[in-house]
């Protein structure tokens, strides 16, 4: 059975034609609308006509390369852009993150990690999901702008990490949201977490804003499926 068509389109750019064949052919198995060109100046003039919702970027390009397309790219737009680049290339990693890149995959990459980082940047990027500035519920409130917080008016401490998962399960109140998404989402593969890291930190969030952790009112356990943000 084929997956059904999406609206995202997809705008790939990479010169070897057997890895664009191949990212083209698994990304319209998976329903997105594809855009395929071999060199960074039609990858660049593409990206400005078609407006996708998503670039995938070779780093190692004929005409333009990869860093520069990325770099122009993003001074005239916020759409998500993920790097591919090569085994051992750090330098390209970190000037790729730098002149805007969103994410990378180093080659060899297996199509299941890229497909799950390509969804992963195209929830970020959901319109419906504007970050948020600050949020209260129970007697919880937070700032995400100042990292503060406080609860029944007394200050609180959290972890870089436990504000972006609070965060996260705010911003998708009322939605199942499984361990391996919440991993995806919040952590990135490139951390190689597990799922024992999400349950560490949801306990550990639990703690902290709710009365009793151990019967949780805001941060609900959905056994054998994930967590559930009901505050």
Not at 213 to 218: D, L, Q, V, Y
């Amino acid at each position: 059975m084929t997956p059904l068509e999406t609206n995202v389109k997809i705008l790939i750019v990479e010169d070897e034609s057997d890895m664009l064949n191949g990212l083209r052919d698994n990304f319209e198995y998976e329903g997105y609308q594809v855009i395929a060109v071999k060199d960074g100046e039609e990858g660049l003039k593409r990206a400005t006509a078609d407006k996708p919702d998503l670039v995938v970027l070779d780093v190692m390009l004929p005409k333009i390369s990869g860093l520069e397309v990325c770099k122009r790219l993003r001074q005239r737009s916020r759409v998500p852009i993920l790097m591919l680049t090569a085994r051992g290339q750090e330098v390209d990693k970190v000037a790729g993150l730098e002149t805007g890149a969103d994410d990378y995959v180093t080659k060899p990459f297996s199509i299941r990690e890229l497909l799950a980082r390509v969804k992963a940047l195209l929830r970020r990027s959901d319109p419906g999901r504007q970050p948020i500035q600050g949020y209260s519920f129970g007697v919880v409130t937070v700032d995400f702008v100042t990292h503060q917080a406080t609860r029944s008016g007394k200050p609180m401490e959290f972890s870089t990490k436990e504000l972006d998962l609070l965060r996260y399960f705010i911003l998708h109140r009322g939605e199942t949201l499984s361990r391996d998404r919440l991993l995806e989402d919040v952590w990135g593969y490139e951390n190689y977490p597990t799922t024992r890291t999400v349950d560490t930190h949801v306990m550990k969030l639990r703690q902290k804003v709710e009365e009793d952790a151990s019967h949780p009112k805001f941060i609900l356990t959905l056994h054998g499926t994930g967590y559930k943000f009901v505050g």
